[in-house]
C-alpha cells in the first residue's frame, strides 16, 4: 500500500526557511492532490496547502505568501518551503494524499516530522 | 473560513458503550464532511469522508450522519482500541478546516 515519508531539518533558525520532502512509496505521485498539513498545540490541524502531480498548487490564504510546494514525478516526491518563519511554526509537519472527491480529503498520511523554530 | 465546532471536547465512556461526537458547521457545507481518529504519536488516519462513506477498511461500529451544518460521528460498541482523540474536517472550501478534536478516553 501507499506510504508516505517526510524528511528535513528539524530545526530551523526564526527568519529562515523551512524545507520538507515527502517521499511516496508503494504507488506512484500521478492523480492524488498531495497535501501538507500541520499540528500544534495552539492551533491545532492545520492545512497549508496542496499539490497536483501536475504542478498545479493550491495554498492557504494565511500562509500563501509565504509557501511554495514543488513536486518532483521522477522521484516520487513532493516539497514544501515556508520562508520568514517564526516560532508560530513550531508544529508537527505532516504529508497526505489528498482525494478529490466531495472537497478534499485524506486518505493517507506520513507520520509526520517535528519542526521547532528557535534561535 | 468556515469554522468547525466539535463537542464534547472531552469524553468517559467504558468500552461496550455506544458514543456519539457532534461537528457543528459556521455555514452549510452540504455533506462536505470528514472524520479522522489520532492516537498519541501517530498520524490522524480517515474513518469517514463524504459525511457518512466509511473508508474502506474502517470497522462497521463507526457510522457518520449529518448534512447541512450539523453532523455526527457514532461508535456504536467501543473496543479498547477506539480510545483516541477524533477530529471533522470540512471539505467544502479553501482552507480545509479541522475541528479542535474530541478526546475519548475510558471511563
Known amino acids: 500500500q501507499v506510504q508516505l515519508q517526510e524528511s528535513g531539518p528539524g530545526l530551523v533558525k526564526p527568519s529562515e526557511t523551512l524545507s520538507l520532502t515527502c517521499t511516496v512509496s508503494?504507488?506512484?505521485?500521478?492523480?492524488?492532490?498531495w497535501s501538507w498539513i500541520r499540528q500544534s498545540p495552539g492551533k491545532g490541524l492545520e492545512w497549508i496547502g496542496y499539490?497536483?502531480?501536475?504542478?498545479?498548487?493550491n495554498y492557504s490564504p494565511s500562509l500563501k505568501s509565504r509557501v511554495t510546494m514543488s513536486v518532483d514525478t521522477s522521484k516520487n516526491q513532493f516539497s514544501l518551503k515556508l520562508t520568514s518563519v517564526t516560532t508560530a511554526d513550531t508544529a508537527v509537519y505532516y504529508c497526505?494524499?489528498?482525494?478529490?472527491?466531495?472537497?478534499?480529503?485524506?486518505?493517507?498520511w506520513g507520520q509526520g516530522t517535528l519542526v521547532t523554530v528557535s534561535s | 473560513d468556515i469554522q468547525m465546532t466539535q463537542s464534547p471536547s472531552s469524553l468517559s465512556a467504558s468500552a461496550g458503550d455506544r458514543v456519539t461526537i457532534t461537528c457543528r458547521a459556521s455555514?452549510?457545507?452540504?455533506?462536505?464532511l470528514n472524520w479522522y481518529q489520532q492516537k498519541p504519536g501517530k498520524a490522524p488516519k480517515l474513518l469517514i469522508y463524504?459525511?457518512?462513506s466509511l473508508q474502506s477498511g474502517v470497522p462497521s461500529r463507526f457510522s457518520g450522519s449529518g448534512s447541512g451544518t450539523d453532523f455526527t460521528l457514532t461508535i456504536s460498541s467501543l473496543q479498547p482500541e477506539d480510545f483516541a482523540t477524533y477530529y471533522c474536517?470540512?471539505?467544502?472550501?479553501?482552507?480545509?478546516?479541522f475541528g479542535q478534536g474530541t478526546k475519548l478516553e475510558i471511563k
Open positions: 508503494g504507488g506512484s505521485i500521478s492523480s492524488y492532490y
Open positions: 474536517q470540512e471539505s467544502y472550501s479553501t482552507p480545509q478546516t
Open positions: 463524504a459525511a457518512s
Open positions: 499539490i497536483y502531480y501536475s504542478g498545479s498548487t
Open positions: 497526505a494524499r489528498g482525494v478529490h472527491s466531495y472537497g478534499l480529503y485524506f486518505d493517507c
Open positions: 455555514q452549510n457545507i452540504n455533506n462536505y
